[in-house]
Structures are given as structure tokens and as C-alpha cells.
């Protein structure tokens, strides 16, 4: 058990609709980083914020935005969903600070996201 | 874009084989880790090396970081059916407030 708690682990929606992944991490880390996984582009960075502020940003489509609350637990908003938007999407938590990328990163069992 | 490939994409071998598993680079990485990731579960980091040449061992797993910091081998010696997964290398670019880049992946299947 890494710490960290993704809900729901599976979603079954339509296109055009818009769903939330909730995303608590590890107790005591502030940092909370998104990916995305697919069978064709493996393990893909979308989003990482520390503290409630958005730190860094990768390959994370417009049609998609997170945040972080004060009780640090994370939220990713999926919307007008395609079909090519079905994936696996893991939430990961981090205890370091400076966001430089060598940070230990412990992921959550992940939410199973299918488009029909 | 800082690309890993990996190599092999796939392996399926048998149970007290050795194999090695290759994550190559164009770029230099300030470290390099290695995670498994189980069916239905998210990646868990098993090693990350820092230093060019450093080998690092955990268990029958044997890791080692490239002399000029481009790439990086996992070495799995008399593998069990436990070690079967997906082996993911994860580079950290150098400079500050850049994020992990991971590898392609290698999916490695250990029978009886």
C-alpha cells in the first residue's frame, strides 16, 4: 500500500461528458503529480502541484484542468471526453519540495477511465 | 522532448533465467529510477541512481547507472514468477523544475 488513495478505480462514461478523479496523497506530502497511461503513449505526465499552487505542467490537453485543495487531497477534471481519452490515470505523491524532478514518487492504484 | 526507450518491449522467459532489461537516452539525466508495475496497481520505485557508473543491487536485482548519465541496465538474475511486470525507467532531466520522463516500458513474464 503506497499511501496513496485514487477514486473511483473504474469509470464508465460517454463521449462529450465530463467526469472528476479524486486523488489524496501520502500523509505529510504536499506535492501531487497526474499521469496518464495508455496502451500507445505509456506513462505520460499531465499536471503536478505542491501546496495547492500548480507547479509544473506537461502533456495535459486544455479540455482538462486540476487543482489541490487545502486538506491537499487533488481533483482531475476530464471534459467534452473522447473516445481517445480512455486510460489508465494515476495519481502520485511526493514529499519533495523543490519540484526538480528527482523526487521519489509514490503512485496510487490508479482510475481505470473508459470512453464509450 | 527527452525520449527513453527501452528495450526489450517484451520478454517472456522461464523461471532461474537471467535477463537484462536496457533504458537508452540521447540526453543526460541528473538520476534515473526504476519502477514495477503490477497488474491494476500503479508503478512502485525500486532503485534510483544518481552518479555515472554507479551500480546499485536489491536482491537478485542488479542496477546500473551509464558512465556518461545517457542510460541505464536492470539485471535480474534467477528470475521467479514474482518478478513478472512491467519494468519502467523513469529519467529526471538535469536542471531545476523539470518533471520525471519515463521509459516505454518493458513487460517481462516469468513462468514455472
Known amino acids: 500500500d503506497s499511501g496513496v488513495t485514487q477514486t473511483p478505480k473504474h469509470l464508465i462514461t460517454a463521449t462529450g461528458q465530463r467526469v472528476t478523479l479524486r486523488c489524496s496523497p501520502r500523509?505529510?506530502?504536499?506535492?501531487v503529480y497526474w499521469y496518464q497511461q495508455s496502451l500507445d503513449q505509456g506513462l505520460q505526465f499531465l499536471i503536478q502541484?505542491?501546496?495547492?499552487?500548480?507547479?509544473a505542467k506537461g502533456n495535459i490537453l486544455e479540455r482538462f484542468s486540476a487543482q489541490q485543495f487545502p486538506d491537499l487531497h487533488s481533483e482531475l477534471n476530464l471534459s467534452s471526453l473522447e473516445l481517445g481519452d480512455s486510460a489508465l490515470y494515476f495519481c502520485?505523491?511526493?514529499?519533495?519540495?523543490?519540484?526538480?524532478?528527482?523526487?521519489?514518487?509514490?503512485f496510487g492504484s490508479g482510475t481505470q477511465l473508459s470512453v464509450l | 522532448t527527452q525520449l527513453l526507450e527501452q528495450s526489450p518491449q517484451f520478454l517472456s522467459i522461464q523461471e532461474g533465467e537471467n535477463l537484462t532489461v536496457y533504458c537508452n537516452s540521447s540526453?543526460?539525466?541528473?538520476?534515473l529510477q526504476w519502477y514495477r508495475q503490477e497488474p491494476g496497481e500503479g508503478p512502485v520505485l525500486l532503485v534510483t541512481?544518481?552518479?555515472?557508473?554507479e551500480v546499485k543491487k536489491l536482491k537478485r536485482l542488479t542496477f546500473q547507472f551509464g558512465d556518461a548519465r545517457k542510460d541505464s541496465s536492470l539485471h535480474i538474475t534467477a528470475a521467479q514468477p514474482g518478478d513478472t511486470g512491467l519494468y519502467l525507467c523513469?529519467?529526471?532531466?538535469?536542471?531545476?523544475?523539470?518533471?520525471?520522463?519515463f521509459g516505454t516500458g518493458t513487460r517481462l513474464q516469468v513462468t514455472l
Open positions: 502520485a505523491s511526493s514529499a519533495d519540495p523543490h519540484g526538480t524532478g528527482n523526487e521519489k514518487l509514490f
Open positions: 500523509s505529510g506530502d504536499l506535492s
Open positions: 502541484y505542491y501546496n495547492g499552487e500548480e507547479r
Open positions: 540526453s543526460v539525466f541528473s538520476s
Open positions: 541512481v544518481v552518479t555515472g557508473g
Open positions: 523513469a529519467g529526471a532531466p538535469t536542471g531545476t523544475a523539470s518533471k520525471l520522463t
